[in-house]
């Protein structure tokens, strides 16, 4: 019995984790679905989410809504800049450009983030908006931590599907994932959906940012890493381009990596992640729900 509720717990880690990676996969695969382009600026946009809810915690006694609002709009902001800035006048170059382009961009943001003038290399401790409480219902226990990621997650990915499936601009996306030619013949207008794109991943990379910052409270500028690239991995899991197969590849690289630390070595961790990543790419390389992967 002891175990199978140890069990139940885990799962609950997991899934808390998972909720995280699924926030952050959906940015990589909206943009892929879009552009065709695995943009690696965006765990470091998660990054700068986290620490702009760092500062407001920290120095502001701002609502946590607001908090959540604030740290949307910079990181939206981010995510629009970066779009025009760097991916923009690459629009016509081959696949490769921009590929480098999104390493050079994330780079640059770590670093330049990491003089000590801006936010320094060390870790800094995230400060938490209330007191951590435990829940005990009987067959596992919660805590309010998990309770306000698993709501925040859910509110992020009801809004989102209702900006996907029931709104002109989520429709344009969408024909624009499809083809991007004839979508421009029908009069979208392409590069403004493009740009919209980035704004909606970047805002929830931000939010996952601020959850990320709460359930695990230390926070640097290469934070961002990592996570990324487990969340990337997610986006392939699910199928990339695929919104449902995002949300549940995080959900499965957030439990995977929980059990294998909680069962087997949290040395482990990470070697397993990338393990399911290789078997994804030789036995189904388009992933849960996706289309065929292109090469970049």
Not at 21 to 50: E, K, P, S, W
Not at 198 to 219: D, R
Not at 231 to 248: K, N, P, Q, R, T
């Amino acid at each position: 019995m002891e175990t199978l509720l140890y069990i139940l717990d885990q799962c609950v880690n997991g899934l808390q984790l998972g909720s995280v990676y699924a926030l952050i996969a959906l940015g990589y695969t909206m943009v892929y679905g879009v552009l065709r382009l695995i943009n690696f600026a965006h765990g470091d946009v998660f990054m700068v989410g986290a620490f702009t809810g760092y500062f407001l915690l920290a120095k502001t006694k701002i609502p946590l809504f607001l908090v959540f609002f604030i740290t949307m709009l910079v990181t939206s902001i981010l995510g629009y800049s970066i779009e025009k800035i760097a991916y923009k006048p690459l629009r016509n170059a081959p696949r490769i450009s921009l590929l480098i382009t999104a390493v050079g961009v994330s780079l640059f943001l770590e670093y330049f983030l990491s003089l000590k003038q801006m936010f320094g290399p060390d870790y800094i401790a995230f400060p938490r908006p209330f007191e951590v409480k435990a829940y005990n219902l009987k067959i596992v226990s919660i805590t309010n931590v998990q309770v306000t990621i698993f709501f925040t997650t859910f509110l992020s990915l009801v809004a989102l599907y209702i900006l996907v499936y029931k709104t002109k601009y989520g429709r344009a996306m969408r024909a624009i994932s499809e083809d991007r030619e004839v979508a421009s013949i029908m009069g979208i207008d392409v590069d403004r959906i493009i740009s919209f794109t980035f704004v909606v991943g970047a805002s929830l990379a931000g939010i996952g940012g601020i959850l990320y910052g709460i359930a695990y409270p230390q926070i640097n500028v290469f934070m961002g890493i990592m996570p990324g690239i487990k969340s990337f991995i997610a986006a392939v899991l699910g199928g990339i381009g695929a919104i449902h197969g995002a949300v549940l590849g995080g959900l499965v690289i957030g439990v995977s990596e929980v059990f294998v630390s909680a069962f087997i070595s949290s040395t482990l961790r990470d070697a397993f992640i990338f393990l399911i990543l290789i078997f994804v790419l030789l036995i189904r390389p388009n992933g849960f729900f996706g289309r065929i992967v292109e090469k970049v």
